[in-house]
């Protein structure tokens, strides 16, 4: 693409500079059949306009006129004129720059140029300025010597007609004489400021520091855009342009994985050395912090145990590997069932602590647990961090609801539970943590598995892998995972429905499929990559069940607004009994009946289309 501009600044003398033409032409490369296929020759008849990826911009200050007469134009004024050009190969063709002029009395030029690709015999990137008069090369960049290729030129222009033209032509002599026969390179292509003045020309630099906005570290290697020049930052973060004419630049600063940065500087004969610095601010990225607990220690020899931290560790890989252009940090706390709980606990807050120092303003947090959990009296549901946990109810949603809390306000948190009852922590986490999702394993009276393949005790969570299928498949909308998951779409569990899985409290039951559950607050939109939504209707939401005076009794939200709503009950996950059938209207519906001479332990949502 071509960024041309005509830059007009105050002098103290008169001059007629007259611009016979400026002209522009891209030849395109096709299938390689060494022909050209298209061209187009640009005149200044416009003073803006974009053609074939070119663009060209005439301005003029309040000291000088531009009188644009056919194909032809007429700078008058009393300021020196400065031509300013990038015209990298970002595009499959040949191109080149080409603007003839005249001055009618003695003047000062200034070259500052980057020529990348520099021509090799009749290929490549090159530029000159040439005196019609004299016959002579007045300036060249790998042309019609190859000495010099980048940097700064000077010197007096006496009256004349001259010349000047940057391309990146490449060519082959054939029979019927030169052809296009090959595309240029991407990384051929040349920025230029070229400057003619009455007076010496003041050279001016613009320098500065480019630093992360949060850590207040240096940045090395930063992409510095100056007018059309390009420069980069040092290992300090330090970047410098010199032999600048005076004039007004856009300064644009920009690394990988920071959000760029534009400012506006102005360098003139009384302001030679400005400084402007620049803080980048990270790029929203994704963050995981993992909890996994192992209960292989403490479970019988040769038994199916559950491993957590196996769980962890696999989805962290997966967020990596799907997401590796934002998965940022990764934390995992991998924790063994035979220690105590309370030493578990202050691991893991420890770890948390030192994880938040690496998360920045609009990340988004994954925060992943895979453990057992149970319902403990007075203290409801707890997280099991222990084989002792009945004796220290302390991981539960108040404890993370807290955790989560010290993250920065505009962080968005992405908790996903693969515990049983996780439900119901979700619920309150969302209920009181902003800007936070939960997707859940189960509702708040139900229960998660694991399993162990032929030959191994090594348990791992049937939802936690539904989860990685669903990123492997480029899933990654929340919503649209609970909705695969629940409809098992991919099959991850579809052989072991049916079987004897063992659960993620206690025991053994006949496994009958996920149930996730997805809660978000008002807050929180999107998915795990950004915060666009994706409209996906989930299934409904079980709020927490409770048996009063032997009736049991149930609110389910975010109901379809089509089919029906069936509600099951099972003593045993083996066989379940239907109480109550209702049409789903987009509204609550609430359900209450009598449990007294059928103590149901299990209870399930079914919708039917």
């Known amino acids: 693409m071509f960024l041309a501009a005509v830059l007009i600044s105050a002098a103290t003398r008169g001059q007629i500079l007259t611009v016979g033409s400026i002209s522009h032409q891209c030849t395109t490369y096709l299938n390689g059949s060494g022909y050209e296929t298209s061209s187009t020759n640009i005149g200044l008849t416009q003073s803006a306009f974009q ?13 000088c006129s531009i009188i644009v007469s056919g194909n032809s134009l007429t700078v008058n004024g009393n300021g020196q004129c400065s031509y300013a050009e990038s015209g990298p190969a970002s595009f499959d063709a040949g191109c080149y720059s080409d603007l003839s002029f005249a001055i009618s009395s003695t003047n000062y030029y200034l ?43 000077s010197g007096i222009l006496a009256p004349g007609s001259y010349h000047f033209q940057f391309d990146n032509w490449f060519y082959a002599i054939f029979p019927n004489g030169p052809e296009l026969i090959s595309p240029p390179s991407a990384s051929s292509g040349w920025r230029v400021i070229f400057t003619v003045s009455p007076i010496p020309i003041v050279s001016t630099t613009i320098r500065g520091y480019i630093t992360d906005a949060h850590r207040g570290l240096s940045i090395t ?17 330090y970047y410098s342009q010199s032999n600048l004419p005076p004039a007004t630049y856009t300064v644009i600063a920009s690394a990988n994985n920071y959000v760029s940065q534009t400012n506006v500087v102005t360098t003139s004969s009384a302001q030679t050395n400005v400084t402007q610095n620049f803080a980048l601010s990270p790029l929203p990225k994704l963050d995981y912090f993992g909890i996994g607990v192992n209960w292989q220690n403490v479970d019988p020899p040769g038994s199916c145990s559950l491993r957590g931290d196996i769980g962890a560790t696999e989805l962290y890989y997966h967020f990596r590997s799907d997401l590796s252009s934002i998965c940022n940090t990764g934390t995992i706390v991998s924790l063994d069932a035979s220690a105590t709980t309370i030493d578990n606990l202050n691991a893991i807050i420890t770890q948390f602590g030192q994880f938040t120092n690496s998360v920045f303003t609009n990340d988004t947090v994954v925060f992943y647990v895979d453990c057992h959990a149970g319902v403990s009296g007075l203290y409801g549901i707890q997280i099991s961090l222990a084989s002792d946990y009945s004796s220290y109810p302390v991981f539960d949603a108040l404890t993370i609801a807290g955790m989560l809390d010290s993250l920065p306000a505009t962080t968005r948190k992405v908790v996903i539970l693969d515990t049983c009852h996780s439900g119901g922590i979700a619920e309150e986490l969302v209920d009181s943590v902003a800007n936070t999702a939960a997707l859940a394993a189960c509702s708040a009276a139900s229960v998660a598995q694991y399993v162990c393949s032929a030959g191994s005790d090594n348990g791992i969570s049937v939802f936690t892998s539904a989860i990685i299928t669903n990123l492997d498949n480029g899933i990654f909308d929340l919503h649209r995972i609970a909705a695969n998951i629940n409809a098992d779409a991919f099959g991850v569990y579809e052989n072991d429905i049916g079987q004897n899985l063992n659960l993620e409290d206690t025991g053994s039951a006949v496994f009958t499929g996920l149930q996730p559950q997805i809660w978000e607050n008002s807050g929180f939109t999107g998915s795990l990559t950004n915060s666009v939504m994706s409209v996906v209707q989930p299934a409904p939401k079980e709020t927490r069940p409770m048996v009063v005076n032997g009736e049991f009794k149930m609110t389910l939200t975010n109901v379809p607004s089509s089919g029906s709503i069936a509600i099951e ?18 509204t609550n519906l609430n359900f209450s009946f009598s ?15």
Not at 124 to 151: C, E, H, K, M, R
Not at 222 to 236: E, K
């Open 51 to 63: 053609q074939n990826g070119s663009n060209i911009n005439i301005s003029a200050s309040l000291d």
């Open 111 to 153: 070259f500052q140029a980057q020529v990348t690709g520099p021509r090799s015999g009749n290929n490549g990137s090159y530029g000159y300025l040439y005196n019609y008069g004299q016959g002579a090369y007045v300036a060249d960049f790998a042309w019609p010597s190859t000495a010099f290729i980048s940097g700064t030129q």
């Open 221 to 237: 290697g930063a992409s510095m855009q100056i007018g059309p020049l390009s420069v980069s930052s040092d290992a300090n973060g």
């Open 569 to 586: 009950v099972s003593t045993n996950l083996n066989s379940w009994l239907q109480v109550a059938f209702n049409t789903a209207a987009g």
């Open 595 to 609: 449990v007294t001479n059928a103590p149901y332990q299990f209870f399930r949502t079914i919708v039917v289309p």
